[in-house]
């Protein structure tokens, strides 16, 4: 990309990095940003800024917040004693966007696979066992239905059982392999109704 300025180069490079955004579509978006009215392509850059500087993890349930505490864990209205756990935020927002979900969530970023690589120590199991060391009446394991979620989902069941708190899987009716993000609404709640305990 010689036929460039450096400056040019530097902004489709960094553009390239996106998942999904091959050097075409990085050439697509500099152009588009640079072709911006000024003001769009600062409020752009400042958006990304903000947003990496101050998000970081909620002091309860480890999603990804502004906030020491997320909406959801601030909320004295949502049931405490309730836990879901997920493996993302995305996960969260999905279930979250359903609306009939009354509990609370446990942000796990990520899943048990040993084939990543990726243990029990990697993912924000500690945390969530710390959790139900308070009042807790059910855990809501909702992880993938992939290996990694399933797996994950036997480790976290085995782990929590001798406690004595109530857990459940939620149903399979979520395709297998199946990011939880990407399934309608419809789906989720049916999936949440009809868990089964583990
Ligand atoms: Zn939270």
Not at 169 to 184: F, K, N, Q, T, W
């Amino acid at each position: 990309m010689e036929y460039y300025s450096s400056q040019i180069n530097r902004l489709v490079e960094e553009l390239s990095r996106l998942p999904g955004i091959g050097s075409k579509s990085a050439q697509r978006l500099a152009f588009h940003i640079l072709n911006m009215p000024k003001e769009n392509a600062n409020s752009l850059a400042c958006a990304i800024t903000e947003a990496r500087n101050n998000v970081r993890y909620c002091k309860e349930c480890c999603t990804l917040t502004d906030d020491e505490l997320c909406p959801v864990c601030k909320n004295s209205k949502r049931d405490h004693r309730t836990i879901m756990a997920v493996e993302n935020t995305r996960d969260l927002a999905a279930y979250e966007k359903t609306g009939k979900y009354e509990g609370v969530y446990h942000v796990l970023h990520g899943a048990i696979s040993p084939m990543l690589g990726i243990g029990p120590a990697d993912i924000r199991l500690k945390e969530l066992m710390v959790r139900l060391q308070n009042e807790v009446d059910e855990l809501i394991i909702a992880t993938n239905s992939s290996l990694e979620g399933e797996a994950t989902a036997m480790y976290i069941s085995k782990l929590v059982k001798p406690t004595g708190i109530r857990v459940t899987r939620i149903a399979s009716g979520v395709p297998v392999g199946g990011d939880l993000e990407y399934i309608d609404e419809v789906t989720l709640l049916r999936a949440l109704e009809g868990r089964r305990e583990l």
